[in-house]
């Protein structure tokens, strides 16, 4: 993929900057020009001589800068820019931005910016976990700002977690594929039909204050379900406990267990011309709910499971049955696993995930997915969950309007 455009990369105070380094040689060996903004504390971290060498361009730190002012300054740089990114976003940047701060020539130039703006943010595992740096991310996020990473693992303080910076490979294909995206937005292709979308986990308690969960965060299926309201459909969206924001013009059915969520399913599908299965529904659960908190008493204890209802298979098994397609969350062997799910719970299309992995799955911004039908299949390749959600929808559209799926015709 080439990106043949002006990218304009901020670079704040984190020690991912030197990531940022390699970010800006993988953009110009794909026909991006570059050039860089740094801020004070960036510098800190890594020298402008580096980035003016890599990119082939001054590099860019001061707002009143009057040398800059007459050839670069901040409004020209905003009006050159096709695209910024700012690799590494710090908590304090971020907090800068949400607020809507211009004290330096990286938080201005977001100001003056009009083009798509893209944050990658690095920071320790706490601070990115904290409310209020969240709280700021949802507000940049609703301001359109696109959020890249972060990622989980080791972190350069010693700690695990999420707030790694993404690699610059995976950052570079993401503004490629963005890029790429730039064009009009398709036509509605699922007008006047009603789609059912699960989405987030499910909690199977234990006891008045045990449960048993997974680490889906519902941003697929509300992604999903946001793409599909967009595509013209009347959208149903049963949800696990999740920490989004019901989306607007979308009826959300609230569910906690994957017993409430089987009855949500089950009472609206035959209703829905699509169901899509984006939750990760608990396969187990436990026996017997204890009325009361379990006791620390022996080494060991059994906590006895017994299967949950699959509520994809019995969609799937309506006789007035939706157009249903599943996912399959997988650590190995993808293609076998998702093609014997397609085929053993009678699916249209199943949209398989890795998960387990550093990008994409559970709880990130990204995913890509392998979806698979009966003779055939298409890989959507790693992009963020809006993007990705449209080009599902996408590709259901399709499927379902070939002759052999249309219903009732
Ligand atoms: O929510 P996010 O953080 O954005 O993460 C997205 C995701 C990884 C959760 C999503 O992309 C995904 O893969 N969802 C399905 C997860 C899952 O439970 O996979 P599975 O392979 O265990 O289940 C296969 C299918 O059966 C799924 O469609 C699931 O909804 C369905 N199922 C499973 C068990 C059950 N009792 N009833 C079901 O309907």
């Known amino acids: ?36 903004v740094m801020t004070q504390s960036a510098m800190q971290f890594i020298s402008p001589l580096t980035f003016q060498s890599l990119s082939g361009n001054p590099v860019h730190s001061e707002l009143l800068d009057a040398d800059a002012e007459n050839a670069m300054g901040h409004i020209s740089l905003a009006r ?55 709280e700021n991310i949802e507000k940049i996020r609703r301001h359109s700002v696109r959020v890249i990473g972060p990622e989980q693992g080791d972190q350069a303080c010693g700690e695990t977690g999420f707030g790694r910076m993404s690699e610059p490979t995976g950052i570079c294909s993401f503004l490629a594929q963005a890029l790429e995206d730039q064009t009009p937005a398709a036509a509605p ?24 969960t997974n680490r889906s965060s519902g941003k697929m299926g509300y992604a999903l379900a946001k793409a599909a309201l967009n595509a013209g459909a009347e959208v149903t969206l049963v949800s696990g406990p999740v920490a989004l924001a019901a989306p607007a013009n979308i009826e959300v059915v609230n569910v906690e267990t994957a017993a409430q969520m089987h009855e949500a399913v089950m009472s609206r599908a035959p209703d829905h011309a699509i169901y899509i299965g984006a939750a990760a529904v608990a396969d187990y659960s436990p026996a017997i709910m204890q009325p009361e908190k379990i006791k620390k008493q022996d080494e060991q204890t059994t906590i006895i499971l017994q299967k949950t209802k699959d509520i994809l298979a ?44 550093e990008l994409g799955g559970f709880d990130s911004e990204q995913n890509a997915l392998h979806v698979f039908w009966e003779n055939g299949g298409e890989t959507l390749e790693m992009t963020d969950k809006t993007r990705l959600a449209e080009q599902l929808i996408s590709l259901i559209a399709g499927r379902i309007n070939t002759p052999l799926n249309k219903k009732g015709e």
């Open 314 to 357: 019995e969609v799937a098994r309506l006789d007035k049955r939706p157009f249903t397609v599943g996912f399959a969350a997988e650590t190995h062997n993808l293609e076998a696993y998702a093609r014997d799910k397609l085929a053993r719970k009678k699916l249209d299309m199943i949209a398989a995930n890795w998960v387990g992995r």
């Open 80 to 134: 050159w820019a096709d695209l910024l990114i700012i690799a590494p976003a710090t908590a304090n940047l971020i907090a800068k931005l949400s607020h809507g701060l211009a004290d330096d020539l990286l938080s201005t130039l977001y100001l003056a910016a009009t083009c798509p703006v893209y944050v990658a943010p690095a920071m320790n595992q706490a601070m990115w976990n904290k409310a209020v740096t969240q």
């Open 189 to 212: 292709c699922l007008h006047g039909l009603k789609v059912l979308i699960s989405a987030g986990p499910t909690r199977e308690p234990l006891d008045p204050v045990r449960y048993i």
């Open 1 to 36: 993929m080439t990106i043949n455009k002006h990218i304009l990369l901020g670079v704040s105070g984190g020690i991912a900057a030197y990531k940022s380094a390699e970010l800006v040689r993988l953009l110009r060996k794909q026909g991006a020009e570059v050039r860089v």
